[in-house]
């Protein structure tokens, strides 16, 4: 059964950087669309990057483009978050999701649609602070 894993969370100051990743076990990423979502304290879920399965296709949130960038490395069976220009907004539990034979959309918001078997990890936090 496939498992996922985040690290790579912590506090770091306004304009900092940190790489996020989500490690998978139990079963190999390959045919898995892969989204970052994030939960702020008080906010609902949101998605903010996404990376289809051959990783020719990312879509980001209109909040981190031009920041963040979603990358995957199958032979490592991990996914990658990598945060530049950290804001103070951007703070919040980041969860990677795998959805097998999925698309990512990005209308009305960044969600994975169509395909099965969703897994998600238990989440990294990251503190933006000075």
């Known amino acids: 059964q496939l498992q996922l894993v985040e690290s790579g969370g ?3 100051q306004p304009g900092g950087s940190l790489r996020l990743s989500c490690a998978a076990s139990g079963g190999t990423l390959t ?16 998605g903010v990057a996404c ?15 031009g920041r963040f960038t979603v990358s995957r490395d199958d032979a490592e069976n991990t996914v990658y978050l990598q945060m530049n220009s950290l804001k103070l907004e951007d703070t919040a539990v980041y969860y990677c999701s795998a ?32």
């Open 99 to 130: 959805r097998y034979a999925s698309v990512c959309l990005t209308a009305p918001v960044l969600h994975l649609a169509q395909g099965y078997l969703e897994v998600w990890g238990q989440g990294a936090l990251v503190t933006v602070s000075s």
């Open 51 to 65: 990376i289809n399965s051959n990783g020719a296709v990312t879509n980001y949130v209109d909040s981190v483009k």
């Open 10 to 12: 912590g506090l770091v």
């Open 31 to 46: 045919y898995y669309t892969i989204g970052w979502f994030r939960q702020a304290p008080g906010k609902e879920r949101e």
